[in-house]
């Protein structure tokens, strides 16, 4: 303000700074020999027309700052009033927080009476089976709830995470530390995966030590008789690891539902140790990988990444080898996860660079969103880039031996592919308004009416098989090659039986019920219990990818 003041003077002062100086010019007027060509009137239109260009600058100056002082006060009202409604939002999830928690508590203390009454109850003669045996009470964890009073207990936490009602076998599976069961039973209610999933953590909990049990379950996720070229075309192996994924993620969320000093004795320094030991026999094998073959969806590199992360060891392990291993997972949908607990975050511009480079933009934008780097990464600028690639990879080249029409195909497959994954993206990150799809989607439609073309003309263009005999022995000669005298009756045969019928080929079906691939032959025995579930891998896999 002062400095406005001043400045408001100092134009006041012109008028008579102007009449100064035309006295100054008079007298030398007075003084010069030869006249001037510049009159005083031209100078005083100058100095008048230079004060009337500061004053409306000074003018609209002045109007800038009130109207960003008006800002400013709207501004704090605003901020006055999220505030406010955070502090109201985080009271009412604390008074939640509080009656689920009382809830628990009250639920406990009731199941607790009921055990005790019904041991109270018991004969007093009444002793275990085996002299020395303790009570099956005793050896469960203090949290645990009896099985018989699950269905009344249970209910103050229909929305919690102890519920287990509808499983009471995984439950019973988590007590026994049976990881080979939990495995086995995990492949049988693969229909109900995510049900399942979701009652792990809570099932878990019941264990007298879950960490144990998960880390159990990691056996034979590198069995020494399989390669690893070999295990990518194991379906039961595949889904073997999926699952032991799954089984560290469920740890983790089991870990953020508990106080700290329950987690430390949870996570041992023990366990720690037995942690790194397996991960430190892993480590070596992700260097046999590749990135590309991969495609941003190694199984075997995720289970790395939560390894560390679920047991807190990556401070043990190189960040640089940890950070050369997120291109191999950039298709997991667990990625920026892993990336933040394990500390990477300030990596991810190199990764998205590594992703671009490597022509996966589609992954490259998914990033970009996850960490907010979509200044930084524009991602219409990486999906159209991604079209223009695919159009270079699209050019009329002939591969091998292979006919142009057959290449031609591969082309037009390349392009559906790559503009279907740009229309999902966009669809994902709701951008329809910086890219509008509909010329996209015109694309699409035009692509698959010409490989419709194609394969309607292919079809015709094919030679036609011959036709069976009346009497089902041996083939006859063609309609066309009998005599001219026989025309007539093999005109009416193609009336009432259309030569179509005879042109498809016979297929005979497999047996009905295999579900392992047919490349892997008769040399993989696989065990009833995961031959099926495995075998079929596609609803069990989409729990886990994007």
């Not at 505030?83 to 809830?103: C, G, N």
């Not at 075997?300 to 080898?321: K, M, P, R, V």
């Amino acid at each position: 303000m002062e400095d406005t003041q001043s400045v408001a003077t100092l134009m006041d002062s012109t008028t008579s700074k102007i009449q100064q100086l035309q006295k100054a010019f008079a007298e030398l007027e007075s003084h010069r020999a030869v006249t001037l060509n510049l009159k005083w009137k031209q100078l005083e239109e100058h100095f008048h027309g230079l004060e009337k260009s500061l004053k409306r600058r000074f003018t609209e100056l002045e109007d800038q700052e009130k109207e960003f002082e008006t800002k400013i006060v709207q501004s704090k009202k605003i901020l006055e009033n999220r505030q406010a409604a955070v502090i109201s939002s985080e009271k009412a999830s604390l008074e939640s927080l509080q009656e689920k928690r009382d809830a628990a508590v009250s639920a406990i203390t009731i199941a607790m009476e009921k055990h005790t009454k019904s041991n109270c109850m018991e004969p007093a003669g009444a002793t275990p089976e085996v002299q020395g045996e303790s009570p099956m009470f005793d050896a469960k964890p203090l949290d645990y709830i009896p099985l018989e009073n699950t269905e009344d207990t249970m209910k103050p936490f229909k929305n919690g995470v102890v519920e287990v009602k509808c499983y009471p076998d995984l439950v019973k599976l988590c007590q026994d530390m049976d990881s080979e069961g939990l495995h086995k039973f995990i492949s049988d209610n693969r229909k109900n995966l995510a049900a399942v999933r979701e009652e792990i953590p809570s099932a878990l909990r019941t264990a007298v030590d879950p960490a144990c049990l998960v880390l159990d379950s990691l056996k034979g996720f590198y069995p020494s008789e399989v390669s690893i070229s070999d295990a990518k075309k194991d379906a039961n192996l595949l889904g073997l690891r999926r699952t032991c994924i799954m089984l560290m993620e469920c740890l983790s969320i089991l870990l953020t539902t508990l106080e700290l000093d329950s987690v430390s004795s949870l996570i041992s320094a023990s366990v720690k140790g037995r942690a790194k030991a397996i991960a430190e026999e892993w480590k070596p094998k992700l260097d046999e990988l590749d990135i590309d073959a991969n495609n941003g969806n190694s199984l075997e590199a995720h289970a790395f990444l939560q390894l560390l992360a679920t047991f807190g060891i990556n401070s043990n392990f190189n960040q640089e080898d940890l950070y050369k291993l997120i291109p191999m997972v950039s298709r997991r949908r667990q990625t920026a996860d892993l990336c933040r607990f394990l500390g990477l975050s300030e990596r991810m511009p190199g990764v998205i660079d590594v992703l671009v480079n490597n022509g996966r933009h589609i992954d490259a934008v998914n990033l970009a969103f996850a960490f907010e780097l979509t200044d930084k990464f524009s991602p219409v600028s990486l999906l159209k880039s991604y079209l223009n690639e695919a159009s270079k990879v699209s050019s009329p080249v002939k591969s091998g031996n292979a006919p142009p029409t057959t290449a031609q195909n591969d082309v037009n497959e390349k392009q559906l592919t790559a503009l279907k994954a740009v229309i999902k993206c966009i669809e994902d990150h709701k951008l329809e308004a910086q890219y509008p799809v509909d010329p996209l989607q015109n694309r699409i439609h035009q692509l698959e009416k010409e490989k419709a073309d194609k394969k309607r003309a292919t079809e015709v263009a094919k030679p036609q098989p011959k036709r069976p005999r009346a009497n089902c022995v041996g083939n006859g000669a063609r309609a066309t090659n009998v005599a001219s005298d026989k025309n007539f009756y093999a005109s009416r045969m193609t009336d009432r039986y259309p030569q179509y019928i005879y042109d498809r080929p016979y297929a005979y079906p497999g047996p009905a019920d295999t579900h392992v691939p047919s490349f892997l032959g008769t040399a993989y025995n696989f065990p009833p219990g995961h031959g099926n579930f495995f075998g079929n891998g596609y609803h069990y896999q989409a729990t886990y990818l994007h």
